[in-house]
C-alpha cells in the first residue's frame, strides 16, 4: 500500500508546483506594472499654429482740437477754474481760467518802471540843460578874458618890465586855455547827458515791453472752447490730470475736444512679450462694461522704444496704437478701458509640440521620440514659439509621438527640466 502511495505524490506535485510558478509570475508581472511609471506622450501632426498677445489701454480719439495755454501770455499761469474732464461743453464755454493776480501785479510793476524811466529821462534832460548853460557861461567869460589880453597885450620892452610883459603872456595863454577847457567841457557835457537820456529811453523801452506782456497775461486769462465737444483732460506722465492750483506754461496742453466719429485704441504690450509687434497686425478689441463683444481693428504705429507707465513701476511696455475697424459713437467714448488681443504671428502647415516636450541634453535642443516600447533622443531645430507651444523646423515629422516628461528619469527623481527655448536654436 506504500508504493502505490509514493507513486500518486509526485503526481500530485507536478500541478501544484505549475500554479505556484503561475501565482509567482502573476505577482512578479503585476510588480512591474505597478513599478512602471506611464509616459504622457503627443502625437505630430501639421497643424495651425498661432502666437497672440494681449494688451490693456484705452481709447482716444484720431482728431482732436487741443487746447493750449495762450503763448501771449509769456509766463506761467496759476489755474483758477477748470471744466471738469468729459463734460459736454458749448462753443465758447470757458474752459480753464487763470488766476489774475500775478498778471496784475507785474502790469503794475511794469507801469511803474515806465514812470520812472520817463522821469529818468526829463532829469538827464535838466541836468543836461543846466550843466551846458552853466559851462556856456564859463566859456563866454574865458573868452572875454582872452578878448581883453589880446587887446592889451604887453610886448615893448623899452616901456614894460620884463616881468610885466611875461605876465601878459601868461594872462593870454590862461585865458586861451580857459576857451578851450570850457569848449571841451561843453561837448562832454552835451555827450554825458545825450548818454543819460539814451539809458533812460532804454529803460522806458525795457518796462513798455513789460506792460504790454501783462495786458496781453491779462487778456489771455480765460480760455475758450473753440467748438461744441467733449472735454478730455491731458494726463501728464503719471496719469494725473490738471487740477485748480497748478501751473502752466505758455503752449503747454490743458485739454482736447475729440472728434468722436474715429476713435483708437492705445494699448500698452508687456515689453517681453513684443517681439513681432508691428504695424499692419491685426487684432481684437474688447471694451471694458460690453462683455463677450469684441471688434476688429490693426495696429496702426508702434512706439520704437519701451517705456514704464507709471513713475514707481519698472514694469516697461511698448505703445501701440490700433486702428479699429469701425467707430461706432453710441457707446465708444474717449478714455473707455479696452483689453486687445494682437495676433503677432500665424502659420498653417507646421509641426508644433507643446513647449515641454524639449529639453536640453548637452547643449542639445532634443524631443523624446517614441520608437516601438522606447523612447529615443532626437535633436531638433526650433522655430516660431508662443507661450505654450514650440514649432519644429527639422528632427520630426507627421505622425512621431514624443514624451511631454523625461522618460529617462527614474520615480522619485528629479525630471530633467525642459529647455529654455528663448530663441530659434540651430
Known amino acids: 500500500?506504500?508504493?502505490?502511495?509514493?507513486?500518486?505524490?509526485?503526481?500530485?506535485?507536478?500541478p501544484l508546483a505549475g500554479i505556484a510558478l503561475g501565482v509567482a509570475l502573476a505577482a512578479a508581472g503585476l510588480l512591474r506594472r505597478l513599478d512602471a511609471v506611464p509616459v504622457a506622450t503627443f502625437e505630430v501632426r501639421p497643424g495651425r499654429f498661432v502666437r497672440e498677445v494681449e494688451a490693456r489701454g484705452s481709447l482716444k480719439a484720431v482728431k482732436a482740437t487741443p487746447i493750449v495755454v495762450p503763448p501771449e501770455s509769456r509766463r506761467s499761469q496759476k489755474v483758477a477754474f477748470l471744466a471738469p474732464d468729459g463734460a459736454l461743453l458749448e462753443a465758447g464755454a470757458v474752459v480753464v481760467e487763470f488766476d489774475p493776480y500775478d498778471a496784475e501785479r507785474e502790469a503794475a510793476d511794469s507801469q511803474s518802471d515806465l514812470d520812472a524811466a520817463h522821469a529818468k529821462i526829463d532829469k538827464a534832460k535838466a541836468d543836461g540843460g543846466k550843466n551846458e548853460r552853466s559851462i556856456a557861461i564859463d566859456r563866454e567869460v574865458a573868452q572875454g578874458d582872452l578878448k581883453r589880453a589880446e587887446s592889451y597885450k604887453l610886448t615893448d620892452e623899452t616901456i614894460y618890465s620884463r616881468h610885466q610883459i611875461i605876465e601878459s603872456r601868461l594872462s593870454r595863454e590862461l585865458a586861451a586855455t580857459q576857451v578851450d577847457?570850457?569848449?571841451?567841457r561843453l561837448a562832454a557835457s552835451g555827450r554825458l547827458s545825450e548818454a543819460d537820456r539814451a539809458l533812460g529811453e532804454i529803460d522806458a523801452k525795457k518796462a513798455d515791453f513789460k506792460l504790454q506782456m501783462a495786458r496781453k497775461s491779462l487778456s489771455a486769462l480765460r480760455v475758450t472752447a473753440p467748438h461744441q465737444g467733449l472735454l478730455a483732460l491731458?494726463?501728464?506722465?503719471?496719469?494725473?490730470?490738471?487740477?485748480?492750483g497748478d501751473t502752466l506754461w505758455p503752449g503747454q496742453k490743458v485739454a482736447e475736444l475729440p472728434?468722436?466719429?474715429?476713435?483708437?485704441?492705445?494699448?500698452?504690450?508687456?515689453?517681453?512679450?513684443?517681439?513681432?509687434?508691428?504695424?499692419?497686425?491685426?487684432?481684437?478689441?474688447?471694451?471694458?462694461?460690453?462683455?463677450?463683444?469684441e471688434y476688429p481693428a490693426s495696429v496702426a504705429r508702434v512706439e520704437p522704444l519701451a517705456k514704464t507707465t507709471g513713475w514707481q513701476s519698472p514694469v516697461r511696455y511698448f505703445e501701440a496704437a490700433l486702428s479699429?475697424?469701425?467707430?461706432?459713437?453710441?457707446?465708444?467714448?474717449?478714455?473707455?478701458?479696452?483689453?486687445?488681443?494682437?495676433?503677432?504671428?500665424?502659420?498653417q502647415g507646421v509641426l508644433a509640440v507643446p513647449r515641454g516636450a524639449v529639453f536640453d541634453r548637452d547643449g542639445r535642443r532634443v524631443v523624446y521620440r517614441r520608437q516601438g516600447t522606447m523612447f529615443v533622443p532626437v535633436e531638433v531645430t526650433i522655430g516660431r514659439q508662443s507661450v505654450s507651444r514650440v514649432v519644429i523646423d527639422k528632427g520630426l515629422h507627421p505622425g512621431d509621438t514624443v514624451a511631454l516628461r523625461d522618460p529617462t528619469a527614474k520615480r522619485g527623481s528629479e525630471p530633467e527640466k525642459p529647455a529654455a527655448t528663448g530663441g530659434p536654436a540651430r
Open 259 to 293: 472728434d468722436l466719429s474715429q476713435l483708437e485704441a492705445k494699448v500698452f504690450v508687456l515689453e517681453a512679450d513684443g517681439a513681432g509687434l508691428k504695424a499692419g497686425l491685426s487684432a481684437r478689441v474688447a471694451i471694458e462694461g460690453r462683455p463677450g463683444e
Open 1 to 14: 500500500m506504500r508504493l502505490p502511495g509514493l507513486l500518486l505524490r509526485p503526481r500530485l506535485l507536478v
Open 324 to 347: 479699429l475697424a469701425k467707430t461706432d459713437p453710441s457707446f465708444m467714448k474717449p478714455g473707455q478701458r479696452v483689453r486687445a488681443v494682437i495676433r503677432l504671428e500665424e502659420a
Open 181 to 184: 577847457v570850457s569848449g571841451k
Open 234 to 244: 491731458e494726463r501728464n506722465w503719471r496719469g494725473e490730470v490738471t487740477v485748480v
